[in-house]
DNA sequence: AATGAATGAGAGTTCATTCAT
DNA sequence: CATGAATGAACTCTCATTCAT
């Protein structure tokens, strides 16, 4: 059963993506060779040029077509009054993109090297500082502007360092996302209190 | 003067670990040739192999003779009182370890993929692991384990991503650290308290 | 209004062998790829393959249309007188027939490992040795063999070497054409006279 | 006992450049794969790029090896006074220059294209430019600027044109050169008697 | 303490070509 | 009349590694 030729036919762009995905997660992008993605899908090589200009293409269409929620969020996020319950609200959908697009996030927090080097690292960091900036304050102390970033990062960590931890893994979120409200609330009040 | 052809003599070893990290750090573990490292050190590939038996076991040694430090903080915390003054202290000599050894953390940080596939990643997750268990108390919850783990991946972080903010460096490090202590706190208090 | 879809129906082989043929000579032959030549069409490369049955079929087809001109030319010649007056000829029509399709001949002129190893490689050999046959006498001497060839390269030249020099492109065929005919007289009277 | 591996240790860099022009001499330099050089030579292709940095260095080395003497040519052109003595004995050296290097000047007319694109393509032109410029008065007519290059280019086609004529070679070098000659003389004459 | 010369394996990429639709 | 999807073979080039000297 499973999928036969026949029934592969005109999805084979999505197959190259998702096996592609998957073995840069689990290996790193340059260790991912093109022979293993083709073996991995029987066809050959020549196959993935049909469909992506180069490796690196494959990389940048899985990007683009995954990063979009985030995108998205930034742009919402920016037409948003600056309260803490936007900010709250921010992480929470964060959370949710993350979670949707995991193996891309886990790739991406583990390959940072990789990435930066890649045409998509520029918008990588642009993302980035594009959300923190959501979270900070215009003036800002340097400690709660360490909270903003790490509150981030603490979500970005819990695709990975935090899945060794036993529990449920909903509820390893809800921890994750509890201690970005924190670190969040406190940058916030700082400033608003100050 | 410099540093003539004879002045050199005898520490060619230290210098290609140097180079070695440098580039390792600057362009990541794959990206990084031996041809380049020997090319950047004016001596032959084949003089990097009378040194060091492969490409990993130049990593190895750099990764040995960096984290040694680290491997004598987690000795030395595990010998102390679980007090959060004990635990304030590690923090403070975590970070005073990581500042010294910059260049091999960031690396660490953003080849993580690469670092897990060769030999020093069982190390490596095993000396964060170590580090962490110093943090958390045995019946944490789960957000306590999460604060523990941010708690030190607050630090790792500022390595890299805090580089982008302005500021005085050594005022940015206080900050982390500041942000690094609060986590630990909470944990720690949630705990004793409870 | 130019070429819209509907107006190209019908001439599309047409249209190929002219995107071919400039590119071939532009580049060459190896270096032109059909890929190449189907984009600059907006067609598949399958369709080329509709039209013709391999890329060298291209370059044949091309080169029997344009070469036809060169193959009556020799027929004519070869049931002419062999005088001055005809050889004079000759080159006034071989020069014409050049004109009109300069590509290609700067092609064959550019590329001549390529084409002698394509199967027009023959044909084009015998081409140039049955010219040279109308100007040459049986009995001429070594000297006069090369004056007879070179008169016909001088021509050939003039397609491309002589394009650097300034000067109106009428004006410079016929300079070429005068310096062919000087060679051919002289080899034309050596024989005659001697 | 022809080559045995001991005795070809120090000259394969030699070896590749024989090897390789008279390939490119044969088929063509996109014709000739590094495989086929490679093999001919029973060493691995890595071989190849121990001695040269890719294959076009190969040819560039080759071209730079056996260009010299025309180089020189040109040097002593430029400082003898401009008479047809000078020029005559232009056309001798230059004609035994050629004899030297057959094979790489065979290549060279062969694959024009290819050789344009190539980065000795540049000096390849100017080269010929230079020493059409030695044959040529400052105020020559048309017809004897095409007198002055179609000198040089018989001599170019002498190399593969006339070797099809019948003949001993060393005779038909004469006749190539006494055509050649006429040419030049033609031009000198013209000015000098104008 | 180091070099020169080489290798085997494999990388990413491109090519002309095929064929069912 | 043409496309979409794919292939097999070949390409240039780079890599970590070896070893006699």
Redesign the pocket.
Known sequence: MGST?QQ???N??QRIQDVALELFAEQGY?K???????ERL????????????????ILVSIFEDLNRPVEELLAWGREQPRTLETKKEILVRYSAALGAAAPLFRFMQENQAAVRDLSIGKTVKERVMGLVDLFMEPDASLADQVRCSTALFTMHAGMFTIKDLEGDPEEKRKAVLEVAFELVTRAHGAESAG
């Open positions: 030729p592969r036919r005109g084979t762009r340059e991912t060779s093109l022979r293993e993605i083709a029987e066809v050959t090589k020549a196959a993935l040029y049909y469909h992506f200009k180069t490796k690196e293409d």
